[in-house]
């Protein structure tokens, strides 16, 4: 089972870009699915982003797509979220989360399907 580090976040102005990443330690990074959710205060934590065990497929939240682009490196043990054109909106705190799947397509939009998360990152953006 992997374990997963999230970094990145950070106070910026409206417009400004983040980039997030999550370290997951462990050998077999590559069979899971991932995914970045973001909590705001007093609210529910939401799907933000997903990417299949491939790599080859993502899937955004109507509210960040065309902005924010998930990937991840094999490699490295990392997947990330790269954060364009913020918005105060998008303040939260941001969660990476990983799902083991047999299948190289799978995704999962809903924190119920995940069941390893990191400790979150801070994003507070300002107008």
């Known amino acids: 089972q992997v374990q997963l580090v999230e970094s990145g976040g950070g106070k910026v102005q409206a417009g400004d870009s983040l980039r997030l990443s999550c370290a997951a330690s462990g050998r077999t990074f590559s069979n899971y699915a991932m995914g970045w959710f973001r909590q705001a205060p007093g609210k529910e934590r939401d799907f933000v982003a997903a990417?299949?065990?491939?790599?080859?497929?993502?899937y955004y939240t109507d509210s960040v797509r065309g902005r924010f682009t998930i990937s991840r490196d094999t490699a490295k043990n990392t997947v990330s979220l790269q954060m364009n054109s913020l918005k105060p909106e998008d303040t939260a705190i941001y969660y990476c989360?990983?799902?083991?799947?047999?299948?190289?397509?799978?995704?999962?939009?809903?924190?119920?399907?995940?069941?390893?998360w990191g400790q979150g990152t801070q994003v507070t953006v300002s107008s």
């Open positions: 990417i299949t065990r491939s790599g080859d497929n993502t």
């Open positions: 989360a990983a799902r083991y799947t047999y299948y190289t397509g799978d995704y999962y939009l809903e924190a119920t399907h995940y069941n390893i």
